[in-house]
């Protein structure tokens, strides 16, 4: 009987070994739970899974480059252009003759109807939960260059305050988004100018704050995420036309900082109610520009330094001097042969003589560089012909966001899914001086594509315009000529208006 209960019990437990192991088994080779998928367009968001989609279809930037409703890849200049073309960074134009130049910007974009900012169509069916007020974009930035070579900082940023309704207390919020890019770029003219080539380095910064309501610190999330931007430029000399092209590869961030916000299970970062997304995506833009100008105002002037243009009156200057110092070891040689009591002052007595030779010869080539200068800038600003007439065309293009949704999706926790496409956006300018040294108007129009299934393209149409003032040298910072403007622009579309403003140099 003891025999029969051991092999009884041995059966028992090689049977609970076997169904251990498979058990075992089953679990290493069970696949892992799947983290939870975005659902159908219109269903609530409930996973972290997904993407937001910050692709821009609506033109922020310059007045300038706003009137001609952004179509300036191929004309790109200053400190604003670099938002279109990284190019624009080491573009150098005939209004500055010195071996170094200087660009400052600041440029306010205000939407004052935003009913639909970001073209998705509104079904999410949420009207007015964007005020009025709560979109904004500043650009300031600062360019320095020196002969062929420019280096930057642009600074886009972009402030929204949207009125949300909490998932877990449907209480209704305040959400204030922050999306500041910073361009970093440098850039040379080949060629005498007529090739430029620009690159830079972009830093996205995202911040999300809210109500108390929402969030105990009032900051919700912050994400950070670089990348990088490529800018050409073709302005050949004198010729009418000109060509650009620029690449922003896709960029995007991650959850930079959680605070104590911990993961579930899933995967998923759930603040207050809200599921925050696992990224923040740029997508690939990039463009391709054509502009041509007619009119008897010269085109695609080259630069030209006041050095340049008294090259000869600084090279007899030069002879001059070499032939100076000649006769000054010359004539000390001389006395130090002749010696004597005196032979110390008398060197001395040589050397004074000289040195106000050299001094005449110094100012003479400051007064010489002066009268270069102010020619270079009499020519440009009032010899030449101030007639013309500026035709300007752009091809922009939006890459795909995999698991994207827009900006409103996520501030709505409302699945629209986002940059499903390849999106491509036609642009033409026009810009012409109507009262010569008076005023500019410009204007064009652009179809701006939509990232949403959903919605449809819609056409913006702009205007601008630029308004000399005054000289003012702000109290000798800026050159005795120098005559301010303001500029101002509008873009109007369907459930879209903008109005822009700047102020800054008359050229």
Known sequence: MRTIRAR????????????????????????????????????????????????????????????????????????????????????????????????????????????????????????????????????????????????????????????????????????????????????YGFLDGQVILGAGLRILRQRSFASSQFISDGDAYDTLGLGAELGVMFRPHHKRWSLGGSLFPEMSTGLRRRGNVPETPDGDIVVGGFYLPQVTTIPTTGSVGFSYQFGPRPTNPPWISAR??????????????????????????????????DVDLCVQAVRQKYARRYANIKQSRKGIRKVAWDMLRKRYRWDWPRRYYLLTADLWFSGRVDDGVGVESFAFQTVQRSGEKVTVSPRIGF??????????????????????AASSPRVHGTLGFDISLFKWDVFGIWPDDYRWQVTAAIDLASHYGAFSFGIGGWY
């Open 8 to 187: 009884s019990k041995a059966r028992r437990n090689r049977v609970s070994a076997r169904v251990g192991s498979l058990t075992l088994l089953t679990l290493l080779w069970a696949p892992a739970p799947a983290a939870s998928q975005l659902g159908p367009d219109g269903s609530p968001i409930t996973t972290s899974n997904y993407s937001v989609d910050l692709t821009r279809g609506v033109v922020i930037s310059s007045s300038r480059v706003v009137g001609l409703s952004g179509a300036a890849t191929s004309l790109a200049q200053g400190v604003e252009g670099g938002l279109q073309n990284p190019a624009a960074v080491a573009y150098r134009g005939p209004q500055w003759p010195d071996w170094y130049d200087y660009w400052l910007a600041f440029g306010v974009t205000y939407p004052f109807e935003s009913g639909d900012f970001y073209n998705s169509g509104g079904v999410l069916e949420n009207p007015g939960n964007i005020s009025q007020d709560g979109l904004v974009f500043l650009i300031p930035g600062v360019y320095w260059q020196m002969w062929n070579l420019g280096i930057g900082l642009t600074i886009d940023a972009q402030l929204i305050r949207l009125s949300v309704r909490n998932p877990s207390t449907m209480q209704d919020e305040t959400l204030r988004l922050r999306f500041t890019t910073f361009h970093l770029q440098g850039g």
């Open 308 to 341: 340049m243009l008294a090259e000869d009156e600084f090279e007899r200057l030069d002879r001059r001097k070499r032939s100076a110092e000649e006769s000054e070891k010359e004539e000390i040689a001389a006395v130090k042969a002749r010696g004597g009591p």
């Open 431 to 452: 810009e012409t001086e109507v009262w010569p040294t008076r005023m500019k108007i410009r204007g064009g129009t652009y179809l701006e594509p939509t990232r949403f």
